[in-house]
């Protein structure tokens, strides 16, 4: 799974920036792995949307909507990639790659994504290259939600209730002034709750078909990461 996925960041990485001098950073856009059923997305401000096909490319200031029963799966930085259920909308706060200055593996020195998920459930697989600089960031309501390796967790936010839940790995998440705390595989949270401790997911239904839809989803997604690199080698 590792090996994929860094592969399909060196392929990312190489598509989506461009330039010659050192440490630059060039603008980067989300690669649309796979569509399903009607998802907008464009300026939420100017109410200007268009639908995705395979060819649309993801920008910072972005509003993605899906329609109920439809998907989104994307790259939105090397080495990470989501699934965007149906009847959800994410803002793509900012997406950047950082350059030594060379179109090689080795040029890449650090990336960043943020994201903001206004409602309904995204999927993130995670996983960060040795030795590179990654800062990718979820924000759900009041909540602040950050890998702490390579891993694999599910956001649901309804505008007043969001629940983490992580099916590998670890996550670290920040809820305004309380203190972090970190979710491990087979845990789940939700806020608002003054609770300090993760709930096992074997004892809440919800959670366990988080997991279980988590894992589905990243074999799915290493499944088109791998045909989409495949694409791209000819």
């Known amino acids: 799974?590792?090996?994929?996925?860094?592969?399909?960041?060196?392929?990312?990485?190489?598509?989506?920036?461009?330039?010659?001098?050192?440490s630059i950073t060039p603008a980067t856009s989300a690669t649309v792995l796979s569509v399903r059923g009607t998802v907008l997305f464009g300026n939420a401000q100017q109410n200007d949307f268009q639908p995705?096909?395979?060819?649309?490319?993801?920008?910072?200031?972005?509003?993605?909507?899906?329609?109920?029963?439809?998907?989104?799966?994307?790259?939105l930085i090397p080495g990470a990639l989501a699934q965007l259920s149906g009847d959800s909308e994410i803002d793509i706060e900012e997406l950047k790659?950082?350059?030594?200055?060379?179109?090689t593996a080795g040029g890449m020195r650090d990336r960043t994504g943020r994201i903001r998920l206004n409602r309904g459930k995204i999927i993130v697989?995670?996983?960060?290259?040795?030795?590179?600089?990654?800062?990718?960031?979820?924000?759900?309501?009041?909540?602040?939600?950050?890998?702490?390796?390579?891993?694999?967790?599910?956001?649901?936010s309804d505008g007043t209730t969001t629940r983490v839940t992580c099916?590998?790995?670890?996550?670290?998440?920040s809820a305004g002034a309380q203190p972090p705390i970190t979710i491990a595989a087979g845990y789940f949270h939700e806020w608002p709750n003054k609770g300090a401790k993760a709930v096992a997911a074997a004892d809440n239904a919800t959670a366990q078909i988080d997991i279980a839809e988590s894992l589905e989803s990243a074999e799915r997604l290493q499944d088109e990461a791998s045909a989409w690199l495949n694409r791209r080698s000819f």
């Not at 090996?3 to 330039?19: K, N, P, Y």
């Not at 099916?167 to 998440?173: D, E, H, L, S, T």
């Open 125 to 156: 697989l995670f996983i960060p290259s040795d030795g590179l600089a990654s800062q990718f960031v979820i924000t759900a309501s009041e909540l602040t939600i950050k890998p702490d390796s390579a891993c694999l967790f599910c956001v649901r």
């Open 52 to 75: 995705f096909t395979l060819k649309s490319r993801i920008h910072d200031g972005d509003t993605v909507r899906s329609s109920g029963g439809a998907s989104l799966d994307l790259a």
């Open 97 to 103: 790659i950082t350059k030594d200055g060379n179109d």
């Open 167 to 173: 099916a590998k790995g670890n996550i670290n998440v």
């Open 1 to 22: 799974m590792r090996h994929l996925v860094i592969a399909v960041s060196i392929a990312i990485c190489s598509l989506l920036s461009t330039g010659c001098s050192k």
